[in-house]
């Protein structure tokens, strides 16, 4: 069946660092989705990306969608220990609009 | 502006006693709806899914059901809950399928 495959699982940084997660699928996604769930909480939507190909930034967020729309990819510039929560990604496969894929997550840790 | 609410948002339950959990949406109409459950730690599980009253899609098979009574309400239940049940139950909503979702603020569920 479709997969969504996120790594790594956990990562932990020291307040300053850069941060990457990715995201690979094993079909060919329409589209992608990403959120953030802070600890105790509830997943929150980031961003959506729909071209193959195409990046785009939130302040010190940097998301890129692949070229053939079968990976994605999430980096945090100078992290805070506001980003400390798990991230995910989640995808329309291609051939079926109704359901959103889900990676499980990748957990970041921000050591101050 | 849109707002979801779910409720309760603790709950501890015997094993072998019934489930009912609501989630309700205001400013919107006809949404998607979504029940999902994370267990700790771990990723998102789709449960259900609805594009309209009544109409309601199953992703597991297991000893829960949806309804959708209304349009913008959107009840878990079981009859007999299992230990395995236990794990923190979202519901969510979006415009369109493909569209981002926004997620209520969680049930965590124990069963014991």
């Known amino acids: 069946g479709q997969q969504v495959m996120q790594i790594p699982q956990y990562q932990h940084v020291q307040e300053g660092e850069d941060f990457t997660t990715y995201c690979n699928s094993s079909t060919t996604l329409s589209n992608i989705q990403w959120y953030k769930q802070r600890p105790g909480g509830h997943p929150v939507f980031l961003i959506q990306l729909v071209k193959s190909g195409e990046v785009k930034k939130q302040k010190r967020l940097t998301f890129q969608f692949g070229e053939a729309k079968k990976n994605s990819s999430l980096h945090i510039t100078a992290t805070q220990t506001t980003d400390v929560g798990t991230y995910f990604c989640?995808?329309?496969?291609?051939?079926?609009?109704?359901?959103?894929?889900w990676g499980l997550g990748t957990s970041l840790a921000v050591n101050p | 502006s849109q707002t979801i609410h779910q409720w309760p948002a603790t709950l501890v339950q015997p094993v072998g006693s019934p489930l009912s959990l609501e989630c309700t949406v205001e400013?919107?109409?006809?949404?998607?709806l979504y029940w999902y459950r994370q267990a700790a730690g771990r990723g998102l599980q789709l449960l259900f899914y609805s594009v309209g009253i009544g109409q309601i899609s199953s992703e597991v098979p297991q000893n829960l059901s949806a309804s959708r009574p209304q349009d913008r309400q959107f009840i878990l239940s079981s009859k007999k809950l299992l230990l395995s049940d236990s794990g923190f139950y979202l519901c969510a909503w979006s415009t369109e399928s493909y569209n981002e979702q926004f997620f209520g603020p969680g049930t965590r569920l124990t069963v014991l």
């Open positions: 400013g919107t109409s006809n949404p998607n």
């Open positions: 989640a995808g329309f496969d291609a051939g079926n609009n109704r359901k959103l894929i």
